[in-house]
Antibody, heavy 118, light 107 residues
Framework: EVQLLESGGGLVQPGGSMRLSCVVSGFNFNSYAMNWVRQAPGKGLEWVSAVSSGGGGTYYADSVRGRFTISRDNSNNTLYLQMNSLRVEDTAVYYC???????????WGQGTLVTVSS | IVTTQSPATLSVSPGERATLSCRASQSVYTKLAWYQQKPGQAPRLLIYDASTRATGIPARFSGSGSGTEFTLNISSLQSEDFGVYYCQQYNNWPPVTFGQGTKLEIK
């Protein structure tokens, strides 16, 4: 069974940093590109970032480029999102999502809530 | 690419048919997916490549369209089908973009 489990969310002040983790099981992690997708409270879905299966290719939404860094540890089946210079508008549930083919998200974690507030 | 869904809210009785629409601001060919999200849960992939059902998705869900106009049909609504539905284009990336969602509620 495919499982994705995010952690690392919580309350942080504007300008602060936070690192999210997503531990996966049930599939060959190092064969799949992975993504982060977020959802602000009561709002729709917003793609945030992607990383290739080997980690060498990374992509970002304009809203987070230069502030967020996606990475992965294939030896430990873990995806990361380092978030710096956080803003109030970054408040959201952050989901990690497995990519099936070209940016089709076939498995999702349960999400972790990040709240940016003073 | 901007994806726009309509209607924002759809009220349908159980057993009836529901039709949800998604429009892209430029052609995405058939590079479109549909997701279902229930309150407090992660999204679930329903349809990809505009018309291919994902693994385990019941046959009452069907997708159609190409270019800029797409439709998700649910042939006979079950109680578990209510929630918010999102379309997502993946022809031009990054970024991939989601529609704003259609809330499907019980009439």
């Amino acid at each position: 069974e495919v499982q994705l489990l995010e952690s690392g969310g919580g309350l942080v002040q504007p300008g602060g940093s936070m690192r999210l983790s997503c531990v996966v099981s049930g599939f060959n992690f190092n064969s799949y590109a992975m993504n982060w997708v977020r959802q602000a409270p009561g709002k729709g879905l917003e793609w945030v970032s992607a990383v290739s299966s080997g980690g060498g290719g990374t992509y970002y939404a304009d809203s987070v480029r230069g502030r967020f860094t996606i990475s992965r540890d294939n030896s430990n089946n873990t995806l990361y999102l380092q978030m710096n210079s956080l803003r109030v508008e970054d408040t959201a549930v952050y989901y990690c999502a497995k990519r099936m083919g070209p940016f089709i998200f076939d498995s999702w974690g349960q999400g972790t809530l990040v709240t940016v507030s003073s | 690419i901007v994806t726009t869904q309509s209607p924002a809210t759809l009220s349908v009785s159980p057993g009836e048919r529901a039709t949800l629409s998604c429009r892209a601001s430029q052609s995405v060919y058939t590079k479109l997916a549909w997701y279902q999200q229930k309150p407090g849960q992660a999204p679930r992939l329903l349809i990809y490549d505009a018309s291919t059902r994902a693994t385990g998705i019941p046959a009452r869900f069907s997708g159609s369209g190409s270019g800029t106009e797409f439709t998700l049909n649910i042939s006979s609504l079950q109680s578990e089908d209510f929630g918010v539905y999102y379309c997502q284009q993946y022809n031009n990336w990054p970024p991939v973009t989601f529609g704003q969602g259609t809330k499907l509620e019980i009439k």
